[in-house]
């Protein structure tokens, strides 16, 4: 069995933001950016912190970087950086 990834939940629950939250801004970010084919879940976030699977290395880069500025005031919604 995996052992969860308290790092994740951790990051997500300290920006405030809920599994519903995570997929929707990683969801709404994407179709900016003109990725039709993101659909990202409160399942798959959970998921994910579960390790039960694996974020695409696109979202795992988003969350960083997101959940961070989110946690120190600066806002990003780059999904390719």
Same mark, same amino acid.
């Given at each position: 069995?995996?052992?969860?990834?308290?790092?994740?939940?951790? =990051?997500?629950? *300290? /920006?405030?933001?809920?599994?519903?939250?995570?997929?929707?801004?990683?969801?709404?970010? $994407?179709?900016? @950016?003109?990725?039709?084919?993101t =659909?990202?879940? *409160? /399942?798959?976030?959970?998921?994910?912190?579960?390790?039960?699977?694996?974020?695409?290395? $696109?979202?795992? @880069?988003?969350?960083?970087?997101?959940?961070?500025?989110?946690m120190?005031?600066?806002?990003?919604?780059?999904?390719?950086?």
């Open positions: 069995m995996s052992t969860p990834n308290y790092a994740l939940a951790s =990051a997500l629950s *300290t /920006a405030g933001w809920s599994n519903a939250a995570t997929a929707r801004r990683i969801n709404d970010c $994407a179709a900016r @950016r003109g990725h039709r084919g =659909a990202v879940d *409160t /399942a798959r976030v959970g998921r994910w912190i579960r390790t039960v699977n694996v974020a695409h290395e $696109a979202y795992a @880069r988003w969350l960083i970087k997101n959940v961070l500025s989110k120190t005031n600066n806002h990003s919604t780059d999904l390719t950086t």
